[in-house]
């Protein structure tokens, strides 16, 4: 087991607040047990033996994967290949208080988070699970921001989008029907430090503080989009699991398109399945994924793929290029006071760029290694929290890079240049202001400890703010040393680079990606919402524009 180290690990979304207590109603039914339906057609790789061909393969069952599957069998046969396996029965991702520990404990060959360090040197994080990222995240749910419908090229039906996002909502999404202490806290104090106005509960990106959804219910268990399979046609799904997609196969006459794909499992053997005439192949194997298996499949710039002996089937340079990463920026805090809030229900919207969350490091957690200096879990009268700063829409873009020709297993070389474009970095002097500004509020006093001379003070774990904001120098050298990752990487087959308004393949029939591959930016505060809402979109949008064509035939 692989025991994380802080820096590159802490994500901060947040907790809830307000001294209020709301009576607010679930989209999800209250006290709502986990559908596990899907596990009635899920399969081990190794135990399964496909048909020749199917109306779509789709490769990744995570969080777009899992909603466009299940729509997709609505009216088609779907094969739906995952490279992890079910989690369902571990405990670290069921609760939401030990929602830290996925990515705490790592593993090179298959454990539900799967660790890299990206070439910048900061530890990141893609889901190697049924259910993808949404399985081990902080379960944060808000929709997307009007920016990101309005450049994201691609083509949207706006009333199509608030029905997909809806029956995401009505399936897994939680309405807190409390807040505690510290998300109370941390409400109040962004409304008083500005970041306003207060919002209340809203599912939609607006200006100020917000109280979002969550794909973890009340009782602390995890919806994660997996459950998004139980709405499937039982008869037209096979969900297969521990499958590892190689490549793409093409045609080899006539126009250029996908046929099919081929796979192996857990002890090596190969299989090869086919799409019928009509179907796709849809890549939806993520941000890092997605680009890696078109490169391996002969798509992608000529000269890259020429360098490593992969025959080219189409010179598509922009595949692999402009990928991105929000730099996350934070202080962490040790305050005198026992916390058991768990979970992430708040942001920060900012009018300066940045967005803002917070959250009280769960206390089930074991030993807190990803905060420096602290080793051991906090006395029973004190607890460690956590503000963290996302960068929105970074200007900084970088690559993705094979390491091997062949073998999909091995992880790409990935450099996002966190921090290169000066713009970004003006984002993160607003996020210390930010943070700067939430300290000095009313709501924060009672998180200070006394002190014998002198006025009451925060105790930091870490690096603290710099104190002469006026310090451009100091400021910086903050935001190098505080930087880490949302995991809210992105890009790699942009549309209108890579991909059409529609998520096709340019240049390539019957080959889709539908993820955040396809992303310009992160859509919102967290993406999790716009990537299910995304395959939701897709599937009805492929099932009608097929249903249009028989029509017409």
């Known amino acids: 087991m692989k025991k994380v180290n802080h820096e590159l690990l802490a994500l901060f979304l947040l907790v809830i607040c307000v001294k209020l207590q709301w009576k607010i109603e679930c989209f999800l039914e209250p006290n709502s047990r986990s559908d596990d339906s899907y596990l009635g057609f899920t399969h081990e790789a190794t135990d399964f033996t496909p048909e020749e061909t199917y109306d779509y393969i789709i490769v990744g069952g995570g969080t777009a994967g899992c909603p466009l599957a299940a729509t997709l069998s609505e009216k088609y046969s779907v094969l739906l290949l995952e490279r992890g396996g079910v989690a369902r029965s571990d405990l670290n991702i069921v609760y939401e208080d030990r929602m830290l520990n996925p990515i705490l404990y790592t593993n090179p060959f298959d454990s539900p988070a799967q660790s890299f360090i990206s070439e910048d040197g900061v530890l990141n994080f893609r889901g190697r699970v049924l259910g993808g990222t949404s399985m081990i995240n902080f379960g944060f749910y808000s929709r997307a921001d009007d920016y990101f419908y309005q450049n994201s090229g691609i083509e949207w039906d706006m009333s199509a989008v608030n029905s997909a996002y809806e029956w995401v ?43 979002g959804g969550s794909t973890f219910d009340d009782s602390g268990i995890r919806h994660g989009a997996v459950e998004l399979l139980s709405k499937a046609n039982p008869d037209n799904l096979k969900v297969v699991v521990h499958a590892i997609v190689d490549r793409v196969i093409f045609s080899t006459s006539g126009p250029l398109a996908a046929t099919g794909i081929r796979y192996h499992d857990s002890n090596g053997t190969s299989h090869e399945v086919h799409v019928r005439t009509g179907g796709e192949v849809i890549s939806s194997a993520g941000a890092i994924g997605s680009p890696q298996l078109l490169l391996l499949s002969g798509l992608g710039p000529n000269s890259s793929l020429l360098s490593l002996n992969i025959p080219v089937v189409r010179d598509h340079p922009f595949v692999g290029q402009l990928m ?48 420096p200096n602290l080793n051991l879990i906090p006395p029973a009268n004190l607890s460690v929290v956590v503000f963290g700063g996302k960068v929105s829409r970074p200007k900084s873009t970088g690559t993705l890079n094979l390491v091997s020709s062949f073998d999909v297993t091995v992880s790409p070389r990935v450099r996002f240049n966190y921090y290169s474009n000066t713009e970004d970095l003006l984002q993160c002097r607003n996020i210390v202001d930010v943070f700067r500004n939430v300290l000095e509020t009313q709501a924060m006093e009672e998180y200070k400890f006394p002190n014998i001379i002198g006025p009451r003070g925060f105790s930091y774990i870490g690096p603290s703010i710099p104190t002469d904001s006026s310090d451009e120098e100091s400021i910086a050298t903050f935001c190098r040393q505080t930087l880490a990752t949302f995991w809210h990487h992105h890009g790699g087959c942009l549309v209108n680079k890579v991909v059409d308004s529609h998520l096709k393949v340019i240049g390539v029939d019957s080959l889709r990606i539908v993820d955040a591959s396809t992303f310009f930016n992160s859509p919102g505060t967290n993406p999790q919402a716009t990537t299910m809402m995304l395959g939701r979109y897709m599937g009805e949008k492929i099932v009608n524009e097929r249903a249009a064509q028989d029509t017409h035939s």
């Open 324 to 371: 991105a990463d929000n730099p996350r920026n934070s202080i962490n805090l040790l305050v005198p006071v026992r916390l058991t809030d768990v979970g992430v229900r708040v942001a920060g919207i900012t009018n300066s760029g940045p967005y803002v969350e917070s959250l009280a490091i769960p206390r089930v957690t074991s030993l807190v290694p990803f905060i």
């Open 169 to 211: 909502e009505n399936s897994i999404v939680t309405r807190t029907d409390h807040l505690r202490r510290w998300q109370a806290s941390t409400y109040n104090a962004f409304v008083e430090a500005g970041v306003s106005p207060g919002n209340g509960f809203i599912v939609d990106h607006v200006q100020g503080t917000k109280i």
